[in-house]
């Protein structure tokens, strides 16, 4: 159902394991020895072998990979962005990310190769297809 996620190393297993519970096809870095700790072009490399969606809050590091990717003229399968604005790291917080991914999960047939989106409460995704480049 859906499509299947990497959720990056700030998430805990919990939550892919909520996901999992819930149907959804959900694996966490933090889960798997060989994934932790990696440079970050590795796991959205790992992420686009696997055909997964990468979920990560590592929004600074992750969009200029997107930006190579495109330069290269290459796709990952698409990254899920989660804004600490919009879900603060408080003891909500696992529970308010799980709930707006499987709501996302739902309602979204596949996330599209090389989509970038902004996961939001509720599990809208506000999608800009290519993040506008920081302005100097």
């Not at 499509?3 to 889960?31: C, T, W, Y």
């Not at 003891?91 to 709930?99: E, L, Q, S, V, Y």
């Not at 996961?119 to 995704?125: A, I, Q």
């Amino acid at each position: 159902m859906g499509q299947p996620l990497l959720l990056d190393e700030m998430f805990s297993d919990n939550i892919a394991e909520q996901l999992r519970a819930k149907g959804h096809d959900a694996i966490s870095v933090v889960a798997d020895p060989t994934l932790m700790g990696l440079p970050d072009d590795q796991v959205l490399a790992y992420a686009t072998t696997e055909g997964r969606a990468l979920v990560t809050a590592n929004i600074k590091d992750f969009v200029p990979l997107d930006g190579r990717y495109r330069a290269a003229g290459q796709s990952h399968a698409g990254l899920i962005l989660v804004s600490t604005k919009t879900f603060p790291q408080n003891r909500g917080f696992p529970a308010a990310i799980t709930a707006s991914l499987a709501r996302l999960l739902n309602d979204t047939a596949k996330i599209q190769s090389g989509q970038v989106l902004f996961l939001t409460r509720g599990g809208n995704s506000n999608a800009p297809q290519h993040p506008a480049p920081e302005e100097a």
